[in-house]
């Protein structure tokens, strides 16, 4: 068993736009790269049983339903509980979204995704997603017809253990929530949070995902406005 940050970077009109996804893996045969086959799961990068964007994993579904203005930059994952256990996957220069069906709407526009909650103590996991054209979009900030239905593919697969071959046997990726240890940075004196410092600590602090759900209308993220970054 291993605990996984899965990190995705986009670019899209200029702005860095970063998801990330925690998983929780099955055991990992020796010799077998488990940052790597994390990555062959999400649907990332090439192996030899899991094609890269496959139609049935999450980067296939979410680079299927986004326009082709969005970039997609590079993969990374790592365990975080190890030095040596990580990889990260550069897309090839011309990976781009593939719908073309619409004039693509402005960054701070999104598709929103939140989990079930399988703890009291844990929040939901969220996830914002660019790439839509204003054909996904009907009055009001609405869903047009027919696009909640495909759109939510992607939280589907969000919410399956990814079940990874490697050599005889099949390695599982289990989505969780990861719980963040809050402390005051020393330098500015405001509080911030990060994963606990031991992997005992941290498995104290997980939260199982069953079900992603979309939102029922678009979702604005300030934070990928013009000028402001990801």
């Known amino acids: 068993m291993a605990l996984y940050e899965i990190t995705l970077e986009q670019s899209y009109y200029g702005q860095q736009i970063i998801n990330r996804w925690n998983y929780v893996s099955g055991a990992i045969p020796e010799g077998v790269s488990g940052a790597f086959k994390a990555l062959v799961g999400m649907g990332a990068c090439p192996d030899t049983d899991i094609d890269p964007f496959g139609e049935e994993t999450v980067f296939g579904l979410l680079?299927?339903?986004?326009?082709?203005?969005t970039h997609w930059?590079?993969?990374?994952?790592?365990?975080?509980?190890?030095?040596?256990?990580?990889?990260?996957?550069?897309?090839?220069?011309?990976?781009?979204?593939?719908?073309?069906?619409?004039?693509?709407?402005?960054?701070?526009?999104?598709?929103?995704?939140?989990?079930?909650?399988?703890?009291?103590?844990?929040?939901?996991?969220?996830k914002r997603f660019v790439g839509l054209t204003e054909t996904d979009i009907g009055a009001g900030g609405v869903w047009a017809a027919g696009v909640a239905a495909l759109l939510q593919t992607i939280g589907d697969a969000m919410g399956d253990v990814n079940a990874v071959p490697a050599?005889?046997?099949?390695?599982?990726?289990?989505?969780?929530?990861?719980g963040r240890e809050k402390y005051v940075v020393e330098e500015s004196g405001k509080d911030a949070y990060r994963y606990y410092a031991t992997e005992e600590e941290q498995l104290d602090h997980i939260a199982l995902i069953t079900a992603f759900d979309l939102k029922d209308q678009v979702r604005t993220q300030t934070t990928r406005q013009y000028g402001r970054g990801s």
């Open 73 to 126: 930059v590079q993969a990374i994952a790592r365990n975080l509980y190890s030095v040596t256990d990580f990889f990260t996957y550069a897309f090839p220069p011309d990976t781009n979204g593939d719908d073309a069906s619409g004039d693509p709407a402005p960054p701070v526009i999104a598709m929103g995704f939140t989990s079930d909650r399988t703890r009291s103590d844990i929040r939901r996991a969220q």
């Open 63 to 69: 680079k299927t339903y986004q326009n082709t203005q």
């Open 167 to 178: 050599g005889a046997g099949v390695i599982t990726y289990t989505p969780h929530v990861f």
